[in-house]
Structures are given as C-alpha cells and as structure tokens.
T-cell receptor, first 112, second 111 residues
Framework: GEEVAQTPKHLVRGEGQKAKLYCAPI?????VFWYQQVLKNEFKFLIS????????ETGMPKERFSAKCLPNSPCSLEIQATKLEDSAVYFC??????????FGSGTRLTVV | KQEVTQIPAALSVPEGENLVLNCSFT??????LQWFRQDPGKGLTSLLL?????REQTSGRLNASLDKSSGRSTLYIAASQPGDSATYLC??????????FGKGTRLHILP
C-alpha cells in the first residue's frame, strides 16, 4: 500500500511490562526508521534499517529496546520492562532511498 | 485537510551564500512546526522547533521563522557550507496531534 501502517494506535502498559509496536513500511521502500516523540517535542531518532539489516542504531537505548525488520513481516520495536519515561508516541517512517520520507501515524505508548 | 508544501524541491548554491528554504501549510491551526535535516539513508535530525505562539527560532547559522496567519515558514541558512548539503524537511503538528511532513528540499552546496 501507499501508507506506512503502524499498530496498535494506542498501547497501555504497566511499569515493567513488555511493549511491542509494529510498522509495515510502504512496499518497495528499503529504509525503515523509528522515532520517539515525547510530549510533542522534537523527534528522537532511535534506529534505521536497510531491508533486514540495521543501518544506524546510534539513537537506540542500549538496554530494554530492540528492533527487527524480517522479510515478509512488519518491522517491530520492542521495549522490555517498560518505564514511565518510555511513554511517548513512536513513529515509523519508510523511504525508498534518501528522500521521499513517509511517516506512519504513530503508536501512543502510555506506561502507568 | 492539512497539506505541507516545500519549494523548491531542489536547490544548488555556491558555498558561502546565504539561502532560504520555504515551507507552506494550508491550515493555520497548528501546534508547532519543525525543520529537520536528512542525510542520505540516515534518520532525521531535528534542527529547529517553533511553537505556534513563537515567531522564530535561531540555532547557530540557522534561523527559522513562522507566520501562522499566512501559513508560511522559512529556514534561513547563513554562510552555507558543503556540509549543509542534505534534504531539509518541514513538518507541522496539528492540534489533533497529527504530524504532516512536506516532501523536502534537496540542498546541494557547491564547493
């Protein structure tokens, strides 16, 4: 399809629980990016993939956060043992090359 | 429905020149506007964030202005350098929390 599909739209987790977010990029787009936006502020880059391979993970917290993009499956971002400060909107974007960014509508994670 | 347009789509300027990138949006009821930089294959780097109540923000050689009533924002880059070559994206956040991106301006600074 021509849109980046993120699921679920909203996710509520108790502190310490696991959270898993999904992103289906646009068909044919090689790059997938994950961003975290806290309190409507700047986007924080987390990780990018080129096909199934991690391209840039400089923004990824070393602990608790992991991500995958496997063939024929939506990409996923997983947070183990969520903390209150993980509450944010997580955006996924895909692009074909270096331009033509398309963002999904985001997953709002609330940790209580 | 909010639409964000960036003009020009591509721009080449000699090193050292000052330049302006333009962004326009159709619905002035925005929460904020951000300018980003994207390097090939890399993630977005946030450059400047302007809240709807603000008129401009400055960071180093960059200055972003916001005119909500006319639905326009500009990103001014002073004394351009080859390292400024990248795609620059403008994004507005609506009051319903939706973020709409422009398609970007590909900037090439000629050494």
């Amino acid at each position: 399809g021509e849109e980046v599909a993120q699921t679920p739209k909203h996710l509520v987790r108790g502190e310490g629980q696991k959270a898993k977010l999904y992103c289906a990029p646009i068909k044919g787009h090689s790059y997938v990016f994950w961003y975290q936006q806290v309190l409507k502020n700047e986007f924080k880059f987390l990780i990018s993939f080129q096909n199934e391979n991690v391209f840039d993970e400089t923004g990824m917290p070393k602990e608790r956060f992991s991500a995958k993009c496997l063939p024929n499956s939506p990409c996923s971002l997983e947070i183990q043992a969520t903390k209150l400060e993980d509450s944010a909107v997580y955006f996924c974007a895909s692009s074909q090359t270096a331009s033509g960014y398309t963002f999904g509508s985001g997953t709002r994670l609330t940790v209580v | 429905k909010q639409e964000v347009t960036q003009i020009p789509a591509a721009l080449s300027v000699p090193e050292g020149e000052n330049l302006v990138l333009n962004c326009s949006f159709t619905d002035s009821a925005i929460y904020n506007l951000q300018w980003f930089r994207q390097d090939p294959g890399k993630g977005l780097t946030s450059l400047l964030l302007i809240q709807s109540s603000q008129r401009e923000q400055t960071s180093g050689r960059l200055n972003a202005s916001l005119d909500k009533s006319s639905g326009r924002s500009t990103l001014y880059i002073a004394a351009s350098q080859p390292g400024d070559s990248a795609t620059y994206l403008c994004a507005v956040m609506n009051r319903d929390d939706k973020i709409i991106f422009g398609k970007g301006t590909r900037l090439h600074i000629l050494p």
